[in-house]
């Protein structure tokens, strides 16, 4: 599966990256909404894990731009350790949430999850 990271804090997004790359995945990792939408107008990924705390812009202004700019957005799973981030993310159709910290089978669960979901829309 090809995913795209969108996380600013290194660390996170290199640990991601390591662990879904050890799961056979294709990952490529990006640390904001202006690289994402950029990747993603010559890219399409199976699924997009997306942080809420961004610099520049909110995950929620990313996911909004993605739609926007090509009338869809890839399955996505928000990451974040954001106070109330269930509820930020409950406005971002067919995404789903997936709170900080988790575990490594959590993230494979939900990453199944959204890609089901998204199959069957």
Same mark, same amino acid.
């Given at each position: =599966? *090809?995913?795209?990271?969108?996380?600013?804090?290194?660390?996170?997004?290199?640990?991601?990256? =390591?662990?879904?790359?050890?799961?056979?995945?294709?990952?490529?990792?990006?640390?904001?909404?202006?690289?994402?939408?950029?990747?993603?107008? %010559?890219?399409?990924?199976?699924? =997009?894990?997306?942080?809420?705390?961004?610099?520049?812009?909110?995950?929620?202004?990313?996911?909004?731009?993605?739609?926007? %700019?090509?009338? %869809?957005?890839? @399955?996505?799973?928000?990451?974040?350790?954001?106070? *109330?981030?269930?509820?930020?993310?409950?406005?971002?159709?067919?995404? =789903?949430?997936?709170? *900080? @910290?988790?575990?490594?089978?959590?993230?494979?669960?939900?990453?199944?999850?959204?890609?089901?979901?998204?199959?069957?829309?």
């Amino acid at each position: =599966m *090809k995913i795209l990271v969108v996380e600013d804090d290194l660390s996170v997004r290199e640990t991601l990256g =390591m662990v879904l790359e050890s799961s056979n995945h294709d990952v490529v990792l990006l640390e904001n909404g202006t690289e994402a939408l950029r990747y993603l107008e %010559k890219n399409w990924p199976d699924a =997009m894990l997306l942080d809420l705390t961004l610099p520049e812009m909110t995950g929620e202004e990313v996911y909004a731009a993605i739609h926007e %700019k090509f009338g %869809k957005v890839p @399955p996505t799973v928000i990451l974040s350790a954001a106070q *109330k981030g269930a509820d930020r993310a409950r406005f971002m159709v067919g995404a =789903m949430f997936l709170a *900080k @910290p988790y575990t490594i089978e959590d993230l494979e669960d939900v990453l199944n999850q959204v890609i089901r979901a998204r199959g069957a829309a």
